[in-house]
C-alpha cells in the first residue's frame, strides 16, 4: 500500500515535470550560493590558520616584544630553567629583488626545531647543488644551513615561480638594502605545510646579519599553564607571553565582519529559494486535491498521507542539496581566488590554491536544504489535508481561495515582524548579529506584505480600467484573482530585485564616499613607497626633499601592533601644515590646539578604531611598547576607509620614541597640481641613478593611487555582483514556476476563451502582459524595500561591521535598470507557459481542465 500511495502521489511530478525540474533548480542554486561562500570563506580562513599554525608548530605560547625585538639572553636563560622545547624565530617581510614579489624571510635555528616544527628538524627529502640527480632527491638537513650566512633553502613551488634553482643567486630586497644569498637547496612541497609558498629559510644568524636584528622576532615554546603563568610573571618589561591560538584568533578575527555580510548574502538567496519550493508545492497540493480527497475518502489517514508528503520534501532537499553542493563546489573554486585577493588587500596575505572541502559544511548545506524543503511543505500540507473530503473531490474553487485566505491571514504576523525586526535593530543589542537579526526579520515580513499590496494596487487599477476593453479588464482581474499562486513569486522576484537595488545603492554610496575621502586625503602631488614593511634606504628622503619644486614633504612609517584590545595599524607621520587638510575629522576639529597636541604625543583614532573600542576624544587607548604599557590620549576621530580593523596615528617623533623604529617606509612630496608628472619623472631618474640596487621603490601620483583604489575596491565587491546575479536567476526561476503552474492550473479557461474566438496569438499576448504587469509590480515594491534594505546596510551592518560611516547616495540609473530588468524577467518567464497555452489541444483542454 505505502509504494502504490508513493506512486500515485508522484503522478503529478509526471504530468508537470517541469515544475518539478524549476523546484529542484531553484533550490538547487540557493544551496551552491552557500556552499560556494562557505567553502571559500573557509578555505581562505582556514589557509592564513594553517600557515601560522604551521608556523608556529606545536608551540603552546609565544614570547614577543611589544614593538621592539626579544633579546638573545632570553633564550639562554629559559633554557637554564629547563625549558629546552622552545626555538628562536625570526620572521620578516623582505622584496625579491628581481621581481618585486613579496616573500616571508624566516630565521630558524635547525637544532631546537625537533619538538616544535617537526617538519623542519631531520632530514627532508629535496635537491641541493651538490647533487647531480635531480630526478632522485637526496635528503636534506635543514641543519646545513648552521653557520652558513649567505646560503637559504626555498620550496620547489616557490623555486618555480622565481625561476631559480640550488646554486642560483637569489638577490632580497630588506628596509632599501639589497642582500646577495645563495639557493643552497629546493625542499620539496609535499613535506611543507600549506602556506609556505612564500617562506625563505636561513639559520637565524643569517637572519639577524640580514635583517639587522641583534634579537630575535619571537620565542615558541611549550609549556602547561603553570609553567607558562610563571613565565609570563619573570619576563622582563616590554616582552610578553601569549598563547598562540589567542593570537592567531585575534588576527583571523579581522575578516570576521566580511565573512558574516557574505554569508548572510548567501542565506538571503537560500530564503529564495526555499520560497520556489514553498510556491511549488502548494500548487501540486492543489493539483492533487481531488485525488488526495479521494485517498482519504477510500480510508487512508491524514498521517499517512502527511507522511509521505513531508518524505517527498525531503527527498526533493536532499535531490537539490546534492545538485547544489556539486554547483557550489564549482562556483567556489570560481569565487576563491578573488575573494583571497580581497583578504589580501584588506586584512592578512593568505595562499590558497583549491578549495577544502569540509565535510561539516557540505552537512550543514545539505541540512539546509532539506529543512528548508520541509518548512516550505507545512502550510501546503496544511491546506490538503485540511480540506474537508467532499470539497476535495468537487469541482469547486476551495482549493484557490485558501492562499487568499492564507495572504489576508499573514498580513497581521507580517506587520507585527516588520516591528519586531525594526525595534530590534533600533533598540536592541548592538552586535553585528542582531542587526542581521533585525534585518531578516523586516525582509521576511516584507515578503507577506508584497502580495497584499500588490492585491489593492491591481484592484485600483481595476477600478480605473472600469471602461476599458474586456480583455484588459479580464487581465488586470486574473492577475489579482490568482495572487494567491503568483503572489509567492512576486515577492520572491520583490526580495531578488531590492537586494539588487539595496546592495547596490550601498556599493555606490560607499564607491562615492571612497571617492571623496581619496580626493580629501591626497593632498601631495607624488608618492614614494618602499612597499610593504620595507624602509627606505638611507638619503633618499633628503635627495626627494632637494628636488626643485618641493614644497614641502611628509614621512610615514607603518605598523601593526597587537595590543589586548586586537590588532590595530599605527602610523607614525610627518606632516606638513598644508597636509593637515587632508584629515577629515569627524570629532575634535573644534579645538585651536590640536595640532600641537598631536605633536605633544597624543593620537588621532581613525573612525573603525573609535567605533570597535567605543573611543571618544578625551579617552585613553592603552599601547604596548619596549618600555611597557603607555597610555596615550585621543586628541580626535577623522575619517578612513583605509583598514577595517583601525588606524591610530601619532606624530613620527612620538612613533619613534615609543617603538625605537627610525626608518621610514613612505614620503608625500607636496608641490603645485601642475608639477606632479615632472616632479615624478625626476624622482624616478633619482632612484634609477643613485638607488638603482633598491628593489620595490614604488613612485606614483595622487591620481594614479586614486584610480589603483577604485579598482581595488571594484575586486573587493566583485563577489556581491555574482550574488546578486544568482539571487536574481533564483527568483527568475520562481517567476516561471509560478506561471508555468498558473497555466496549467488555468488551461480550462483558457480554452474556453479560444473556443469563444480568442487567437491564440492575442491569448499569448495577453499572458506575457500579465507577466510584465507582474515584473513591474515586483519592481514597485522593491524599490522601497532597497531603499530600506539599502539604509540598514549603511547606517546598521557598515557601522557595526567596520565602523564606517558614509552618506546615502542613489544609483538612479541602476535603480531603473533593476526595475526593468524585473519586468523583462518576468517577460520572459511567461513566454514558455504563454507558448504551451496557445498552442495546446484545444478539445483535450476542455475536456481535462478541473479534473
Not at 336 to 364: D, H, M, N, T, W
Not at 729 to 752: H, K
Request: contains cysteine.
Amino acid at each position: 500500500m505505502p509504494s502504490r500511495l508513493v506512486l500515485t502521489l508522484w503522478n503529478a511530478h509526471r504530468r508537470a515535470p517541469g515544475q518539478a525540474l524549476l523546484m529542484l533548480l531553484g533550490l538547487a542554486l540557493s544551496v551552491a550560493v552557500v556552499v560556494a561562500i562557505d567553502l571559500a570563506v573557509d578555505s581562505a580562513r582556514g589557509a592564513f590558520l594553517e600557515s601560522r599554525r604551521a608556523l608556529s608548530g606545536a608551540a603552546t605560547h609565544q614570547i614577543t616584544a611589544d614593538g621592539g625585538e626579544v633579546p638573545m639572553p632570553l633564550l639562554a636563560e629559559l633554557r637554564a630553567q629547563g625549558l629546552w622545547r622552545s626555538a628562536p624565530l625570526i620572521e620578516r617581510e623582505v622584496l625579491h629583488a628581481g621581481s618585486g614579489a613579496r616573500l616571508r624571510l624566516l630565521g630558524i635555528e635547525p637544532l631546537s626545531e625537533a619538538a616544535l616544527r617537526p617538519w623542519l628538524a631531520g632530514d627532508m627529502g629535496g635537491r641541493s647543488d651538490e647533487e647531480s640527480a635531480p630526478l632522485d632527491p637526496a635528503p636534506i638537513d635543514p641543519g646545513a644551513l648552521i653557520g652558513r650566512n649567505d646560503v637559504v633553502l626555498l620550496s620547489q613551488r616557490l623555486a618555480a615561480r622565481l625561476k631559480l634553482a640550488p646554486g642560483d643567486a637569489l638577490t632580497l630586497s630588506v628596509d632599501g638594502r639589497r642582500e646577495a644569498l645563495r639557493v643552497l637547496a629546493l625542499l620539496p612541497d609535499d613535506r611543507l605545510p600549506s602556506g609556505s609558498g612564500d617562506w625563505v629559510l636561513a639559520d637565524i644568524a643569517a637572519a639577524q646579519a640580514i635583517t639587522g636584528l641583534e634579537g630575535f622576532t619571537r620565542i615558541d615554546l611549550i609549556a602547561d599553564e603553570a609553567r607558562a603563568a610563571a613565565i609570563a610573571q619573570s619576563l622582563p618589561q616590554g616582552l610578553r607571553l601569549v598563547a598562540t591560538t589567542e593570537q592567531d584568533s585575534q588576527l583571523a578575527a579581522m575578516s570576521g565582519a566580511f565573512e558574516i555580510n557574505l554569508k548572510a548574502l548567501s542565506l538571503l538567496a537560500l530564503l529564495v529559494g526555499v520560497f520556489v519550493v514553498f510556491q511549488t508545492l502548494s500548487f501540486l497540493a492543489l493539483q492533487r486535491r481531488r485525488l488526495i480527497g479521494l485517498l482519504r475518502a477510500l480510508g487512508v489517514s491524514n498521517r499517512e498521507l502527511g507522511t509521505l508528503m513531508l518524505g517527498e520534501a525531503a527527498l526533493v532537499g536532499a535531490l537539490a542539496a546534492g545538485i547544489g553542493i556539486a554547483l557550489g563546489i564549482a562556483l567556489g573554486s570560481v569565487l576563491l581566488q578573488g575573494l583571497a585577493r580581497s583578504y589580501g588587500e584588506l586584512f592578512y596575505r593568505i595562499e590558497v590554491s583549491a578549495l577544502s572541502l569540509s565535510p561539516l559544511l557540505l552537512g550543514k548545506a545539505a541540512a539546509l536544504a532539506i529543512a528548508g524543503a520541509l518548512v516550505a511543505v507545512l502550510l501546503p500540507l496544511r491546506d490538503a489535508l485540511g480540506v474537508p473530503v467532499l470539497d476535495a473531490l468537487g469541482r469547486d474553487s476551495a482549493g484557490l481561495r485558501a492562499p487568499e485566505q492564507r495572504l489576508r491571514a499573514l498580513l497581521l504576523p507580517a506587520v507585527v515582524l516588520f516591528a519586531a525586526g525594526l525595534m530590534l535593530i533600533l533598540y536592541g543589542p548592538q552586535g553585528l548579529f542582531w542587526g542581521f537579526a533585525g534585518l531578516f526579520a523586516c525582509l521576511i515580513a516584507a515578503l507577506g506584505l508584497i502580495p497584499w499590496a500588490a492585491g489593492h494596487a491591481l484592484g485600483a487599477l481595476e477600478a480605473v480600467l472600469r471602461d476599458a476593453p474586456v480583455r484588459w479588464r479580464w487581465l488586470i482581474a486574473g492577475t489579482r484573482r490568482t495572487l494567491g499562486r503568483t503572489g509567492i513569486a512576486l515577492a520572491a522576484l520583490a526580495l531578488a530585485i531590492a537586494t539588487v537595488i539595496g546592495m547596490s545603492s550601498m556599493i555606490h554610496s560607499f564607491r562615492e564616499a571612497l571617492s571623496v575621502w581619496i580626493d580629501h586625503s591626497l593632498q601631495a602631488q607624488v608618492y614614494l613607497s618602499a612597499g610593504g614593511r620595507s624602509a627606505l634606504p638611507e638619503g633618499l628622503v633628503e635627495a626627494a626633499e632637494a628636488l626643485e619644486g618641493v614644497e614641502g614633504i611628509g614621512l610615514n612609517r607603518r605598523s601593526q601592533r597587537l595590543p589586548e584590545s586586537g590588532p590595530v595599524e599605527v602610523v607614525g607621520l610627518q606632516l606638513p601644515a598644508q597636509g593637515r587638510s587632508g584629515f577629515e575629522l569627524i570629532a575634535g576639529a573644534d579645538d585651536p590646539d590640536l595640532w600641537s597636541r598631536f605633536a605633544a604625543g597624543e593620537a588621532l583614532v581613525s573612525e573603525p578604531l573609535s567605533q570597535r573600542l567605543r573611543l571618544a576624544v578625551g579617552d585613553v587607548f592603552r599601547m604596548p611598547t619596549p618600555q611597557g604599557q603607555v597610555d596615550l590620549r585621543v586628541a580626535a576621530i577623522y575619517r578612513d576607509y583605509s583598514s577595517p580593523q583601525g588606524v591610530l596615528t601619532l606624530d613620527l617623533a612620538r612613533y619613534q620614541q615609543l617603538f625605537g623604529d627610525r626608518a621610514v617606509g613612505a614620503l608625500a612630496l607636496y608641490a603645485p597640481g601642475s608639477e606632479a608628472a615632472r616632479l615624478k619623472t625626476e624622482l624616478e631618474a633619482l632612484i634609477a641613478a643613485r638607488f638603482a640596487e633598491h628593489a620595490g621603490l614604488q613612485v606614483v601620483t595622487a591620481g594614479e593611487i586614486r584610480a589603483i583604489s577604485l579598482e581595488v575596491f571594484a575586486r573587493t565587491f566583485a563577489i556581491t555582483d555574482v550574488l546578486r546575479l544568482l539571487a536574481g536567476l533564483i527568483a527568475v526561476v520562481a517567476v516561471l514556476g509560478a506561471l508555468s503552474a498558473l497555466a496549467i492550473e488555468r488551461s480550462r479557461e483558457f480554452a474556453l476563451l479560444r473556443a469563444l474566438g480568442l487567437a491564440p496569438v492575442e491569448l499569448s499576448r495577453l499572458q506575457r502582459v500579465q507577466g510584465a504587469v507582474l515584473g513591474l509590480i515586483a519592481g514597485l515594491a522593491a524599490l522601497p524595500l532597497g531603499l530600506g534594505l539599502a539604509v540598514l546596510l549603511i547606517e546598521v551592518i557598515n557601522r557595526r561591521s567596520f565602523g564606517w560611516s558614509m552618506q546615502l547616495d542613489l544609483p538612479w540609473a541602476q535603480i531603473a535598470s533593476a526595475i526593468a530588468i524585473s519586468t523583462l524577467a518576468a517577460v520572459l518567464a511567461a513566454w514558455w507557459p504563454a507558448r504551451r497555452s496557445a498552442g495546446a489541444d484545444l478539445s483535450r483542454q476542455l475536456r481535462g481542465a478541473g479534473a
